[in-house]
């Protein structure tokens, strides 16, 4: 199986400012069709997490653009330019270059 | 507007098996290429992925839990369902469906998901 791991647990931003989020995988998430299966998913609090980011670096229709992704192989990275108050939740990675699987989550607060 | 809403016993006793329904607004579950999925959150914790039925009807399941899930569809009344046997407390969660237009997006639309107590 491969292991997705987050990095930080927990990311306390001030308003305005950029956070970054870490996922690393325990293989490499190329796919024998070339493409890498690398998503971020957010989940606000008390509801369904919405996808945000596909193949590593595309915006899911509807996603604000100071959300962008970036990574190969195993190690990708989330950004936020300049958080704003909506944009508290829980960010997942998740792998589907195998059976899907998720990351542990990244809860982002404000400070 | 492609809407899904999660329908089922929010109790469940052990042993017995949690049945679970998706009802599929805006788009007929048979159309091409869309993949169904289920996935759970276990409370307070992170995200499971389930399985996913095919447009086509073929199935695919997290190798976890394969020996006791089954998913299936009904386009007569375009939802698709979810089975899970022999169920414990470790198997309470809130349980979500949701839809894929193509593998790279395949949890692009979620329901409002619905909460599965295991317990006597």
């Known amino acids: 199986d491969i292991v997705m791991t987050q990095t930080p647990l927990s990311s306390p931003v001030t308003l305005g400012q950029p956070a970054s989020i870490s996922c690393r995988s325990s293989?490499?998430?190329?796919?024998?069709?070339?493409?890498?299966?690398l998503s971020w998913l957010q989940q606000r609090p008390g509801q369904p997490p919405r996808l945000l980011i596909y193949k590593i670096s595309n915006r899911f229709s509807g996603v604000p653009d100071r959300f962008s992704g970036s990574g190969a192989e195993t190690d990708f990275t989330l950004k936020i330019s300049r958080v704003e108050a909506e944009d508290v939740g829980v960010y997942y990675c998740?792998?589907?270059?195998?059976?899907?699987?998720f990351g542990q989550g990244t809860k982002l607060e404000i400070k | 507007q492609v809407q899904l809403q999660e329908s089922g016993p929010g109790l469940v006793k052990p042993s017995e098996t949690l049945s679970l329904t998706c009802t599929v607004s805006g788009a007929p579950i048979n159309s091409g290429g869309y993949y169904w999925s289920w996935i759970r959150q276990h409370p307070g914790k992170g995200l499971e992925w389930i399985g996913y039925i095919y447009y086509s009807g073929s199935t695919y399941y997290n190798p976890s839990l394969m020996s006791r899930v089954s998913i299936s569809a009904d386009t007569s009344k375009n939802q698709f369902s979810l089975k899970l046997t022999s169920v414990t407390a470790a198997d309470t969660a809130v349980y979500y469906c949701?839809?894929?237009?193509?593998?790279?997006?395949?949890?692009?639309?979620w329901g409002q998901g619905t909460l599965v107590t295991v317990s006597s």
């Open positions: 998740m792998q589907a270059t195998q059976f899907p699987h």
């Open positions: 949701a839809r894929g237009s193509r593998w790279e997006v395949l949890l692009a639309y």
């Open positions: 293989q490499s998430l190329v796919h024998s069709d070339g493409n890498t299966y």
